[in-house]
């Protein structure tokens, strides 16, 4: 059985913006990782680097430009691998609702529940970053 951890977040932003904070690398190191290369087409590959330990290769599986990005996570840990990372813009009032699925977790271990919460963390800076411009340096992140 595979489980999924779920959250949204209101941002309010467009979807042009949000859509660049979760696929232009520079972007993505503002609100999570530390350097991370890659480009939001069909089959190519993200780098996601945090640490030496921590570094971690995904593929886009899913793209529909400033709709939707599917990543599954190809070269992680045991508990990351294949597991699928799924973002959602859906317009709403002034800004948009990001639906966010981290899918395909084998258990509900202690490392889930931590990334779950880890995730809620990080989607609120992603949030912070795109309203307010405010960078949480890497270091203080989850």
Request: glycine share 6%.
């Amino acid at each position: 059985m595979n489980h999924t951890i779920h959250h949204d977040v209101f941002i309010r932003a467009s979807k042009e913006n949000i859509f660049q904070a979760l696929s232009d690398p520079k972007m993505l190191s503002d609100w999570w990782t530390l350097k991370c290369s890659g480009s939001p087409r069909i089959g190519a590959e993200y780098n996601y680097y945090f640490s030496d330990e921590y570094n971690w290769y995904g593929m886009v599986k899913g793209v529909k430009l400033n709709e939707c990005l599917v990543i599954q996570m190809t070269r992680t840990d045991e508990d990351w691998d294949n597991t699928v990372l799924r973002f959602e813009l859906e317009p709403k009032g002034s800004g948009v609702n990001l639906r966010f699925s981290h899918s395909g977790w084998k258990t509900i271990n202690h490392h889930y529940c931590k990334t779950s919460y880890s995730w809620a963390l990080l989607l609120n800076a992603l949030k912070k970053y795109l309203e307010d411009g405010i960078v949480i340096p890497f270091t203080e992140r989850a």
